[in-house]
């Protein structure tokens, strides 16, 4: 266990006794609802980790590395930009999603850029945000995220 993990544990653990101590009471209701939340988001969970292992299984480790590690970086930058923003999965899936394929060798950049414009820009969603905010405002925004994703990724790259 690496000091930031056990930090915030430390930390966890101190805040609990501290609400323990300033209300009993409430500190049990509130660990009932968060259990029952839990158990309300089980599926999600599993559904998440079947998702993530039905996509290792479709797509190799040696392919993900080659084309997303190995390659060109700008031009798998480019494509994870693209299919990031085209796609539609939920933060929750998608973070896990990352990690693994960076644990099967992707380069940080293109899964950072498929991240955050995941999670950033809407064009599955466009027509949506056009009606309900205007053109205007779903362009700006959108164009604006995907420069954003961009600069992050390429900073994520340099701070890696």
């Keep these: 266990m690496d000091i930031f993990t056990l930090s915030l544990w ?9 609400s323990i ?28 980790l079947f998702l993530i292992g039905l996509i290792l299984t479709f ?9 997303l590690g190995q390659s060109n970086i700008l031009l ?5 930009t693209v299919v990031g923003s085209i796609t ?3 933060a929750f899936v998608a973070f896990p999603l990352v990690g693994s394929l960076v644990n099967a060798g992707a380069s ?11 999670t950033m820009v809407g064009i599955v969603t466009f027509p949506l945000e056009r009606r309900e ?3 205007k405002f779903a362009l700006t925004r959108n164009s604006l ?16």
């Design 10 to 18: 430390i930390i966890t653990i101190v805040w609990f006794v501290i």
């Design 21 to 48: 101590v300033k209300d009993k009471k409430k500190t049990f209701n509130s660990i009932k609802m968060s259990s029952g939340m839990m158990r309300n988001m089980i599926g999600e969970i599993i559904g998440i």
């Design 59 to 67: 797509i190799p480790p040696e392919t993900i590395k080659q084309y």
């Design 76 to 80: 798998s930058t480019v494509i994870s």
């Design 88 to 90: 539609l999965i939920p």
């Design 108 to 118: 940080i950049v293109p899964t950072v850029a498929f991240l955050t414009t995941l």
């Design 133 to 135: 905010f205007g053109l």
């Design 145 to 160: 995220s995907m420069g954003f994703a961009v600069i992050i990724a390429l900073l994520m790259g340099v701070i890696m």
